[in-house]
């Protein structure tokens, strides 16, 4: 939720800047604004709307210098508007602020600085810190201008709670820029001759791979030449930079219209990648040895949105596969409800971004509990990563679009992964039946894409369906989290109503919302549960549903004889078989909000990585 950028070198800062926030935008695109140090005074532009507005009003305002920050914004305090528009700045309009979070404290110290004279613009929390920066800097001392601006930022830092992480630069000291880190991403790009300042690393990756992840309570001194990390004792700290293996092809649409449908065809190379370092890391994993393995008697899994109906799957398989009796719980719930503490206890958080406020709030609980803490997580020196005994990445590459596609099928894979692993461990399954699962595991990818070329009847059977008002998903065992990640993204980019349920569940009350024509899409692969859905496909078209079932090539006949339509998806292990289905269901998402015209990789109100509670 909102994206920061500076950049630091020898040339025109601006472009940089627009080009990372349009790389940033999936954090929040209600209004976006840079800032640039110019001949002694800064130069600020804001627009409402995404950085094409941005850009737009930079042309004809040609703001030009070697130094600037810049902001893509997802509205928490005041509405989206020009003077809610980041970058803020303090009375003298010389330093300028760009932040991500919040900072709780923000009304108190607003009435300390209005009562000591400080005028304010704007609605946000943010605009304090620009104020207070311009107060500390009556109060310090130091030789150069450069060092009594790092001092009132450090000063500045220890007054402010919450969060939050920050960029700033003051007119006066214009070949630097100062970004500090607390519990939100921040993380820093080494160039030769120029350094950046971001939320994330698909910022800068054109110019530079070489990160350095910053941890909370750090601040950066950016400058054309050095980059200078201090803790919070004001100390030098040497952070080891990290070669990110992801490059730039990863983080473009390469020919596609969408990210999203990108992000779809992606996912042979996101499983594969993910799987080709899973056996080995899990038997690392948690440092736990075949002995702590056994011992583990009890798994909460913790995740919010598409990553939560990945831990739904999860725990169909550790309960399956290494036979430990595993719960689910919204990492927004599970913040609050009482938990027994237990020994013995493992927590996975499960989560594309690794900055979700709810799964890291779940985390600090688990680890309060006492309770072992596993993360599965897509993003590299994530606040999640840093919270977590262990950590498993999934292999996916930067996931730009809102609405989750290949984190969700490689989030699958890693807990499948982990609950054979785990049982063949703990002794729960048999070498022969390991081999099998693990050979079917293997396959998948291979599978997958060869399930994408179903992209042309999907979308082709959503020329019948896209203009309904409501949308039910059914779906039994492993395919009941697939019908609520159905419906999750159907909602997410087409606006529409839609809803998934067990179908087991329909007869016990949702059948009453079916009515002549309302699209039920099942998840009926022909397994041993397929005689229910069968049923299930019965009594909702007595109704008057349009039934659409998503099966496998063996259920096809019996299918056809209860349902309108029907969506081939090759077979493979039963529970393998919800990443195939799901991405028939991915598809059907993308292909009825493209026909209503939708926005698709930045729906309305969203933002991709939702980093406030
Ligand atoms: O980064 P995370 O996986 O923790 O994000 C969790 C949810 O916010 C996320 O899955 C959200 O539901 C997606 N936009 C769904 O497509």
Redesign the pocket.
Known sequence: MCGIIGYVGDKNSVPFLIEGLKRLEYRGYDSAGIAVAENGHIHRVRAVGKVAELEKASLLENPRGCCGIGHTRWATHGKPSQENSHPHTDCSGDIVVVHNGIIENYLSLKEKLQALGHKFQSETDTEVIAHLIEENLKHVHAETDEQRFFRAVMKTSDELQGAFAYGVLWAKTPNQIIGVKNQSPLVVGLGEGENFLASDVPAFLKYTNKVLFLEDGQTVVLRPEKTVVYGMDGKETKVKPTKVAWDQKTAEKSGFKHFMLKEIYDQPQALEDTLRTAQADFMRILGLKTEDLRRIKNIYLV??????HAALIGKYYLENFAGVTASVDLASEFKYRTIPPAKDTLCIA???????AD?LGAVKKAKELGFKRLAIC?VLGSG?TRACGSVFYTHCGPEIS????K??TSQIISLYALSIFLGHASGNISRGQFDKLYKEMMALPKAVAETLKIEYDVRHLTKKVYKANRFIFLGRNVDYPIALEGA??LK?ISYTSAEGFAAGEIKHGPISVIDKGTPVIILMPKDHLFDKMLSAAQECRARGAFVIAVTTPDGSEEAAAVTDKRILVPKTGEYLQPVLNVIALQFFAYWVAKRLGRDIDQPRN?A???TVE
Request: proline fraction near 0%; hydrophobic fraction near 40%; charge should be neutral.
């Open positions: 995740a919010c949105g598409t990553a939560y499960v989560s594309q971004s690794g900055e979700t799964t897509n999640l809102v609405a989750s596609t984190a969700f999750l993204k997410e969203l991709k990585s939702v």
